[in-house]
Each structure stands twice: as C-alpha cells, then as structure tokens.
C-alpha cells in the first residue's frame, strides 16, 4: 500500500482527526487494548478476529465429525487426506490474491466478500455424496482461511510498531482459537440433531451453523467496521488522501527475499498447526479408541491454546525488541519454533499413552501459536508498501507447508500418524535453522539473528528503495517515510538511545 496526502487532506481532514486513544503521525494507536471497542482502532480489531474465527469454525467443521462421514461417504484414508490437503491449499491462492486485494481495495472488503462468498460453499457440504465432492468443497470452504491476511493487514495499519506485534499475534491466535471451538461444539450440535434426525442427515444439517455465522459476520463487517484510521478506503481515494498501485506493491512483497524465507519459516509453525487440526482428533479416536466427543474435546486443546498462546508470542517479540531490536525478534521465533519441533518428534515417543501423549501436547499447543505469533512481529517490517502482499504471501506459506506435509507424512497408509508426527518435527526444526539466521535488515540496529546491521544503513534508505525517483517527487512515499521513522523503534533499547544521542549532539 502506498499513500499520498494531499493539501486537501491535510488541512480539511486529517487536521481536524481526533481520536479516544493516543496516535502516532500515522494515526495509529500506540496502544493495544485487547478488550476495547474503541472506533476505529479497536473495533476493527474486534471485527477482524471474528471474522478469522469463524472462517477456522467453517473450514475445520469437518474433522470433529470425519469418523461419522467418512463411514457415510465411504471414505478411504486417501480420501480423508486428499480433503484435509485440499482445505488448506485452497487458501494458498486466495491468500496470495487477498493480499492485493487489501492494498488496492482495503481489509473490510477483503474480509467481507469472503466470507460471504465461501459461506455457501459451507452450507454446499450438506449436498455432498461421494469422495470427489467433498474433497472440492472442503478446498472451497479452506478459501475463507484468507481472512487472516486481512486480520493481520488490519492490525498493521490501526497499531503503532511498538505493539502491532502484540495486536497481530492477539488478533490472529483468538482467530486460531476457532479450530479448538469447533472441535468442541460440532459434536454436540451434530449429537443434538442426531436425536431426533438419522446421522446421515444429521451431520449435514449442522454444517448451516457455521455456514450461518460466516453470513453474518461479513454483514457486519461491512456496516460497522472502518479499513483505516482516517476512513475508509474509498472515501480517501476520492478525497485524495490515498492513492494505491495494487501492482508496484505487489512487485515490493515478492521481489525482497525475506518475504520467501519467511513463507518458508510461516510454512512450520502455521502450517504445522494447520496439520495438527486436521489429525489430531481422528488420531486420538483410531489411537487410544475413544468416543467421538471425548476425542474431539482432547483434540480441541490443541487450538483453544491460541486464545493465549498467540498472543504470547507476540508479547514476547515486542518485549525483546525492546532490548535486543529486530535481532531479539528473530531469535525468539527460532527458539519457540524449534521447541515446537521438538514436541512434534516427542508425539511419536509418547504413542502408547494418552496421559503422555495429552502433556505433550499441552506444551505443543503453545509453542506452536507462540512461533506464529512471534512470525507476524517480524512480518510488518519487511516491506511497508508491499505490507499487504508480504502478509499474504507468508501467510500462504504456512497453507503451503501444511498442504507438504499432510501429503509427504498424514496421506500414505504405510506410515502411521505417529511416525508423520515425528518426521514433521525433523522438518520443522530443519527448515527453521536454515530460514531464519538467513532473514538479515541492513539496517544500522537490526541486522541478523548472528549478524549485526549496516551502520550506515537507515530506515529511510530501505523503504523508500520501493518507490522510483518519479514517484518520490510525486509524494507517494511521505506515508511510508512516517512509518520508517516510527521504526527507529526497531533497534532496541541501546541502539535507539545511542541515536537519540547523536541527534541531539548534532542539535547542538
């Protein structure tokens, strides 16, 4: 995204802009109340979770019941691991298209019209008869997992860089959280219809709840909710208070190669939980020989986690930065994300009992929404004009590892669960210690996790390396110049001091 201030703006709009929270010169709030209602900051971050929420609610609807349809549909285990891949490599496209679509149109769109479109394939799902349809439907419902993009380009633009790692890993885990209520409450809404309707019909039936929700949210989204601190998209561009070029964000996102290794890094932490989601339940139920709804409940601890685990990871990233700077961000995502797997490779060890199987998952369940968490800290930073295509991008990473791993670990009937749990955490541990030592700011105060940063290098010099000279006279880049100066943030506590000190010596 990029923005351009108009005389117009600044003297008849943005002058007279006041706001219930303390802002910084983009109008962003400098703090993050996560029970606030506050218009416009916080309930846009109201709305945006929801929305995220309940796309997980829909697209993990599934897996609860699956013991119930795949004995209905007759099922194989390819059948079931083809519709699990298919539900998340789904979203791998319309991530990378909601991306642009909120740099060029705006977040509220972007969550609106997709929850309204994929809310009829939710409800299609009662319509299903064989492995081929619900594989296509499962893929078409996964779409609606694109909302995270906007959830996070949302919270980007509402909160200032001190705590938008905070708002986004808030934002983001109580949105994951929708995969553990689902496991929860699909079996009771299933078992509620079956005592009065035959299961056949009874699992279709409770696929209109969560195709209902989607209806409603996006409704209110679009009525209530606002895509910037200043207005809504729309009404800046005719007042000439934003321009956007979808494109030239677009070409900033995929041509800064930390925005690739970060996809591939997002790929073992979202992507893992992604996995988990899909086998965690019908593995419980094959493994230990539970019923349907203890299953589902033991599976849901996986998810519910992220009503603070997520949350976690982002305090974490904020807290270290504090200190450490960007290189304090990096270094815990490596260390949480390692943790994770760890856990996943103990899954296979803990195999012949529950009691030991349930504690390590406990402590799966947070270091995995801590790791993504501590991602989306890091994300908002690697390109201000490309922001939502960087987030959409990495954000597809993590569909794209998860869609990997279910077919190379969950899908083949020679390998057990079990056995797919341990080799996912050889690779996640693999490829997080190959990624992140590589993602490196030339920055004076940032850098690497092992090396230090430019120190003639500014925040200045690399964002606004995204505009050409043309664009720079034309004043597309004062917005993104505000944002680099907000970064400063980013070098921790010594490095900003030392700076601070510079400049006033320069004063005098």
């Given at each position: 995204?990029?923005?351009?201030?108009?005389?117009?703006?600044?003297?008849?709009?943005?002058?007279?802009?006041?706001?219930?929270?303390?802002?910084?010169?983009?109008?962003?709030?400098?703090?993050?109340?996560?029970?606030?209602?506050?218009?416009?900051?916080?309930?846009?971050?109201?709305?945006?979770?929801?929305?995220?929420?309940?796309?997980?609610?829909?697209?993990?609807?599934?897996?609860?019941?699956?013991?119930?349809?795949?004995?209905?549909?007759?099922?194989?285990?390819?059948?079931?691991?083809?519709?699990?891949?298919?539900?998340?490599?789904?979203?791998?496209?319309?991530?990378?298209?909601?991306?642009?679509?909120?740099?060029?149109?705006?977040?509220?769109?972007?969550?609106?019209f997709l929850q309204l479109l994929t809310s009829a394939a939710t409800m299609c799902m009662a319509a299903v008869t064989n492995a081929g349809g619900f594989i296509v439907v499962r893929m078409v419902i996964g779409f609606s997992l694109a909302t995270f993009v906007s959830c996070q380009f949302w919270s980007s633009v509402m909160f200032n860089v001190k705590v938008v790692g905070s708002a986004n890993a808030f934002g983001a885990g109580w949105g994951n959280a929708g995969a553990?209520?689902?496991?929860?409450?699909?079996?009771?809404?299933?078992?509620?219809?079956?005592?009065?309707?035959?299961?056949?019909?009874?699992?279709?039936?409770?696929?209109?709840?969560?195709?209902?929700?989607?209806?409603?949210?996006?409704?209110?989204?679009?009525?209530?909710?606002?895509?910037?601190?200043?207005?809504?998209?729309?009404?800046?561009?005719?007042?000439?208070?934003?321009?956007?070029?979808?494109?030239?964000?677009?070409?900033?996102?995929?041509?800064?190669?930390?925005?690739?290794?970060?996809?591939?890094?997002?790929g073992y932490c979202f992507g893992v939980e992604l996995t988990v989601d899909n086998n965690i339940s019908p593995y419980l139920y094959d493994q230990f020989s539970l019923s349907l709804s203890t299953a589902s409940l033991l599976g849901a601890v996986f998810s519910l986690t992220n009503i603070f685990a997520r949350g976690l990871g982002g305090i974490l990233s904020d807290y270290v930065c504090k200190y450490f700077g960007m290189r304090g961000r990096l270094w815990a995502l490596?260390?949480?994300?390692?943790?994770?797997?760890?856990?996943?490779?103990?899954?296979?060890?803990?195999?012949?009992?529950?009691?030991?199987?349930?504690?390590?998952?406990?402590?799966?369940?947070?270091?995995?929404?801590?790791?993504?968490?501590?991602?989306?800290?890091?994300?908002?930073?690697?390109?201000?004009?490309?922001?939502?295509?960087?987030?959409?991008?990495?954000?597809?990473?993590?569909?794209?590892?998860?869609?990997?791993?279910?077919?190379?670990?969950?899908?083949?009937?020679?390998?057990?669960?079990?056995?797919?749990?341990?080799?996912?955490?050889?690779?996640?541990?693999?490829?997080?210690?190959?990624?992140?030592?590589?993602?490196?700011?030339?920055?004076?105060?940032?850098?690497?996790?092992?090396?230090?940063?430019?120190?003639?290098?500014?925040?200045?010099?690399?964002?606004?390396?995204?505009?050409?000279?043309?664009?720079?006279?034309?004043?597309?880049?004062?917005?993104?110049?505000?944002?680099?100066?907000?970064?400063?943030?980013?070098?921790?506590?010594?490095?900003?001091?030392?700076?601070?000190?510079?400049?006033?010596?320069?004063?005098?």
């Open positions: 995204m990029s923005e351009k201030e108009s005389p117009k703006s600044s003297s008849s709009f943005s002058d007279i802009k006041t706001f219930n929270v303390p802002v910084d010169s983009e109008h962003k709030s400098k703090v993050f109340k996560p029970w606030s209602f506050q218009f416009p900051h916080h309930r846009s971050f109201q709305a945006s979770w929801v929305s995220f929420f309940l796309a997980f609610f829909a697209t993990f609807a599934v897996p609860p019941l699956l013991p119930v349809i795949r004995e209905n549909l007759d099922l194989t285990k390819t059948d079931v691991s083809g519709a699990a891949i298919s539900s998340v490599t789904g979203a791998i496209f319309s991530r990378l298209t909601l991306g642009l679509v909120c740099d060029t149109y705006g977040p509220r769109y972007g969550h609106a553990g209520f689902t496991h929860l409450i699909m079996p009771f809404i299933y078992e509620g219809i079956n005592l009065h309707q035959p299961s056949f019909i009874a699992w279709r039936a409770a696929m209109f709840i969560p195709g209902s929700a989607q209806i409603i949210i996006g409704l209110i989204i679009l009525a209530f909710a606002q895509d910037l601190p200043d207005g809504q998209y729309s009404q800046l561009k005719k007042e000439g208070a934003l321009v956007t070029k979808g494109g030239k964000s677009t070409i900033a996102a995929y041509s800064n190669y930390r925005t690739w290794l970060m996809f591939l890094s997002y490596w260390i949480v994300q390692v943790g994770g797997g760890i856990c996943s490779l103990l899954m296979f060890y803990a195999k012949s009992s529950l009691g030991l199987t349930m504690l390590v998952v406990a402590f799966w369940s947070i270091l995995v929404p801590m790791a993504c968490g501590a991602s989306y800290g890091i994300v908002p930073f690697i390109t201000k004009r490309g922001l939502g295509s960087a987030s959409g991008m990495v954000g597809a990473g993590g569909n794209t590892g998860a869609a990997i791993t279910q077919a190379i670990f969950f899908t083949s009937a020679s390998m057990t669960t079990a056995e797919g749990f341990k080799w996912m955490g050889v690779m996640i541990i693999a490829v997080t210690s190959v990624c992140l030592p590589l993602v490196h700011f030339p920055i004076a105060g940032w850098g690497s996790m092992f090396l230090k940063g430019n120190p003639q290098g500014s925040e200045e010099s690399y964002y606004l390396k995204d505009f050409s000279e043309e664009e720079i006279k034309q004043g597309l880049h004062l917005q993104v110049l505000k944002f680099a100066n907000e970064s400063r943030s980013q070098r921790g506590f010594k490095a900003a001091a030392e700076l601070e000190k510079q400049e006033s010596d320069m004063e005098v």
